[in-house]
């Protein structure tokens, strides 16, 4: 099995744009009565490689997204992007959810379901064709294309690691 290197970024300086990926109410039946709380998944990414993820809850929906945004803030990593794509096909899996992503020509655009889609317009991919199988959960889903992304290798990486040359690597 290769090794996994995520590419862990702090948020320091960078000027992150958030998206809301779903919200859920939650209810607690008490003596008293119903308790409502909220829990808000976020993504959050600069639009040029860097993208995080986090998960927030509270009794407000306000307080919930803030607190998704801080936890997605701590877990940024790094997204390989060429030329506005991603440099091979990769699968990952997360719970029930499978989720498959494969480069795509320039102006092709996001080709991509729900939860999927913000994660990779946060990672600033522009084109790409992604595929969501098996469950739609988003948490699973958006946790899914995460680790898919986390496992992208840059192509010198790749040519490093074999002590080949770059064109070697692209042309086989």
């Given at each position: 099995m290769a090794k996994n290197t995520v590419?862990?970024?702090?948020?320091?300086?960078?000027?992150?744009?958030?998206?809301?990926?779903?919200?859920?109410?939650?209810?607690?039946?008490?003596?008293?009565?119903?308790t409502f709380?909220?829990?808000?998944?976020?993504?959050?990414?600069?639009e040029n490689g860097v993208v995080g993820h986090g998960l927030g809850k509270a009794k407000e929906v306000q307080e919930a997204i803030t607190k998704a945004i801080d936890d997605a803030r701590k877990n940024l990593i790094r997204v390989p992007v060429m030329h506005g794509t991603i440099p091979h096909d990769q699968l990952a899996k997360e719970g029930a959810a499978k989720v498959l992503i494969k480069p795509a020509g320039h102006g092709t655009g996001v080709i991509a379901g729900g939860s999927m889609r913000a994660v990779l317009e946060s990672?600033?991919?522009?084109?790409?064709?992604?595929?969501?199988?098996?469950?739609?959960?988003?948490?699973?889903?958006?946790?899914?294309?995460?680790?898919?992304?986390?496992?992208?290798?840059?192509?010198?990486?790749?040519?490093?690691?074999?002590?080949?040359?770059?064109?070697?690597?692209?042309?086989?």
């Open positions: 590419n862990r970024v702090k948020a320091g300086d960078l000027e992150l744009k958030d998206r809301l990926v779903t919200i859920n109410r939650v209810t607690k039946t008490t003596k008293g009565g119903r709380s909220f829990s808000a998944l976020v993504v959050v990414g600069n990672a600033g991919i522009t084109d790409v064709l992604a595929k969501s199988l098996g469950s739609a959960n988003p948490h699973n889903v958006v946790k899914a294309t995460f680790k898919a992304l986390s496992l992208l290798r840059e192509p010198v990486a790749v040519a490093k690691t074999r002590n080949i040359s770059l064109k070697k690597v692209f042309n086989g």
